[in-house]
């Protein structure tokens, strides 16, 4: 037999039927729902007379819209369009039988977050989600991506979805990273290396010492932000930090199950000699702590650089890089590290999780943020949230000045209350900066945790290194 | 979903590269359960100021484009979220086809779904349309999905290449839901199969 990628194997894996032209069914073991991209895909089946194919398999919870304030029992505290949506969820998911985490669960949290959390995402498997950051399961060397509504009615109608199969990519970080350096700084210095159209039609595989040394957590940093890259999935193959993360968890197989489970999950590797259409290597000792200056996540450098000129660019995104510029009301030359800040959002499905809290509580100890900084910290989940309690991380951050807040997607996408002002500009551990992404006219640059906690102190972008 | 075979309208020229679904539709207008309405609400923070006026230079709002049926834009159109509000607020616009030198994944497949034509091409040809659509209200682009064509009001053929199974549902404006349910037996065989081979899941 030839030898196979990773992607290759869970393709196979999955494929349920295959027409004469290529065009393949894949059979989906596990389908997330949020409350924002799926009331259209249940009113869809309701009017075709159609039901769940496999509700066993259909986890749903909301995240986008839900106010992450104390007060969010208070209905009010949630605007009537919101409160449909998240009515709807309530009405689809016990309609249709759906394992459910409702806002008021101690469960409840970022879709992203809850799946692995909960022992649902697991390795080997076939994940979806009308949330492009499905990307995120991929971390356990799962086939996991974002789909449209569309596709959401034609999963739960038919747990598959209508795909054709993408190319291989291969993207090696090597070596060990430096102090300071993150999971983070990763994720973004490849999409720096390929831009935000690099992955287009690509499934990335990403490896190397570097990525073997990440935490579960840091590899889901990094699968993350593969749709930053236009990948369709990025994967990381299992290994033992995976399995030690997923046993004991809830909807994780047990005894006999769990060992046959983990002989298979041991077979789920790139073989020697397998071909990647496409391979990307950086060294882990030459990626700096890096932040982003425009309003698309290629537009990032290392802290230590200064804001570029759209005359060191090329074609189209010459342009592009103006209207950024323009925009996130930055002259070229500035140093990176004196663009001051007003805000910090720690948090979101790139950032959420208690390695993250705890990166940033590290730096933040026994300080104070910046007078007149707006700070808050929104913990992925309820489970997360509470975790950093137990740890006292949440004393730390509320003894720093940082709001601490109940769990949800809150400012990273901004469908919730949580907005930046026209003009506000806001450090964010989150993964988009596009125009207007957490507020009409809010400035947004991206970073790791530790950099934003350093941002957060200072009052203006900073380098870890400086204050670790 | 509409059938899509020949479209002869007014295309509006947008040279942006990355334009992505934020800026295509901004999330205060994910928050409805509907698919249509949308349309108002296309590319809505380029579209109007703060006091809901239309900003009058931009390209949907001059009068020779507010009619547009076909989009000439940038590479990477529609990158970032999955929301497929994107097309819905396209077609809703009144847009059928969107020509661009490359698309995001999950918006180009998104399309399909909405009887909406996403045709790749060139840069070099992206660059001859931008120019055609520049000419405005009187400059009319046709495009031919059976022959794979898009001709220039001028007369300049380009063939672009689709997938023939997303062209076939297009063409006859299928729901690929009820195809695939047809391969019920498959996907149970698939089930019994897997279900013995990983019990787990």
């Known amino acids: 037999m030839s030898p196979k990628t990773l992607y290759d194997k869970i393709w196979n894996a999955h494929l349920a039927h295959e027409a004469e032209d290529g065009t393949c069914l894949l059979y989906i073991d596990r389908h997330l729902v949020h409350e924002v991209t799926s009331p259209q895909a249940f009113e869809g089946l309701r009017m075709a007379g159609r039901t769940v194919h496999a509700p066993d398999k259909t986890i749903a919870v909301p ?100 795909q054709k199969k993408s190319k291989n990519m291969k993207v090696e970080i090597t070596g060990k990273l430096k102090p300071g350096v993150t999971a983070k700084d990763i994720t973004m210095s490849v999409i720096g290396e390929t831009g935000t159209a690099g992955g287009t039609g690509y499934v990335i595989e990403y490896c190397g010492e570097a990525i073997r040394d990440l935490s579960m957590e ?39 199950e769990w060992e046959a489970a983990v002989t298979y999950w041991k077979t789920l590797f790139t073989d020697e000699g397998a071909h990647f259409d496409k ?56 140093p990176l590290s004196e663009i001051k800040i007003d805000t910090v959002f720690i948090g979101s499905c790139t950032n959420g999780r208690i390695e993250d809290l705890r990166a940033a509580a590290a730096i933040l100890k026994g300080k104070k943020i910046k007078d007149g900084m707006r700070a808050m910290v929104v913990p992925g989940s309820g489970l997360v949230r509470a975790q950093a309690e137990e740890e006292g991380l949440a004393q730390i951050f509320q003894d720093a000045g940082f709001e601490w807040r109940l769990a949800g997607c809150s400012m990273c996408l901004a469908m919730n209350p949580d907005q930046l002002a026209p003009g506000e500009r806001c450090a964010a551990t989150s993964n988009r900066n596009f125009e207007g992404r957490q507020g009409r006219g809010g400035r947004t640059h991206l970073l790791s945790p530790a950099m934003a906690a350093a941002a957060a102190i200072s009052g203006h972008l900073t380098d870890v290194r400086e204050v670790m | 979903m509409d059938k899509f075979e020949t479209l002869t309208g007014i295309a509006a020229p947008m040279p942006l590269i990355n334009v992505d679904t934020d800026m295509i539709i ?100 992206v660059d001859v349309l931008m120019k055609d659509a520049e000419k405005g209200a009187n400059a009319r682009m046709s ?59």
Not at chain 1, 135 to 152: D, K, M, R, W, Y
Not at chain 1, 303 to 325: C, H, M, N, Y
Not at chain 2, 46 to 58: K, L, P, V
Not at chain 2, 179 to 191: D, G, H, P, R
């Open chain 1, 218 to 256: 840091g590899r889901m940093t990094v699968c993350n932000m593969a749709i930053e890259g236009g990948a369709r999935a990025g994967l990381i193959a299992p290994d033992e930090k995976t399995y030690e993360y997923c046993m004991g968890r809830p909807h994780a197989p047990k005894g006999a």
């Open chain 2, 143 to 201: 495009i031919d999905l059976e022959a794979q064509t898009v001709t220039t009001s001028d007369g300049e053929v380009f063939s672009f290449e689709v997938d023939n199974f997303k062209k076939h549902c297009l063409m006859n404006g299928l729901d690929d839901i009820g195809l695939t349910m047809e391969k019920v037996a498959s996907v149970k065989a698939f089930e019994a199969k897997a279900g013995a081979e990983r019990p787990w899941v």
């Open chain 1, 279 to 334: 391979v990307i290597t950086l060294k882990g000792e030459d990626i700096a702590p890096s932040v982003t200056w425009g309003t698309s996540p290629e537009d990032v450098l290392p802290i230590t650089a200064k804001v570029p000129s759209p005359s060191d660019f090329k074609g189209g995104k010459v342009e592009a890089v103006q209207r950024s510029l323009d925009y996130m009301g930055l002259t070229p030359g500035t």
């Open chain 1, 63 to 162: 995240d986008h819209n839900v106010p992450t304030t104390l007060d969010r029992a208070n209905a009010k505290t949630m605007t009537e369009d919101s409160r449909v949506q998240v009515e709807a969820l309530d009405k689809n998911a016990k309609e249709f039988g759906l394992h459910y985490y409702p806002v008021s669960d101690v469960r409840q949290g970022i879709v992203h977050i809850v799946g692995p959390e909960q022992g649902w995402t697991l390795p080997g498997m076939t994940v979806v989600c009308g949330d492009s950051h499905t990307a995120t399961h991929g971390a356990f060397g799962s086939l996991a991506h974002g789909i449209g509504t569309s596709e959401v009615e034609h999963v739960l109608a038919t747990q598959t979805l209508i």
């Open chain 2, 26 to 125: 901004p999330k205060q207008f994910l928050k409805t359960i509907k698919r249509s309405g949308l349309g108002v609400n296309l590319f809505d923070e380029m579209r109007y100021d703060d006091d809901r006026n239309e900003i009058a230079d931009f390209v949907l709002n001059k009068p020779q484009y507010r009619e547009a049926e076909i989009l000439v834009a940038g590479d990477n159109f529609g990158c970032g979220s999955s929301r497929e509000h994107a097309p819905w607020a396209i077609k809703d616009f009144g847009i059928r086809c969107v020509i661009a030198p490359s698309y995001a994944d999950i918006f180009y497949n998104n399309c399909f779904k909405n009887g909406i034509l996403p045709i790749v091409l060139p840069q070099e040809q």
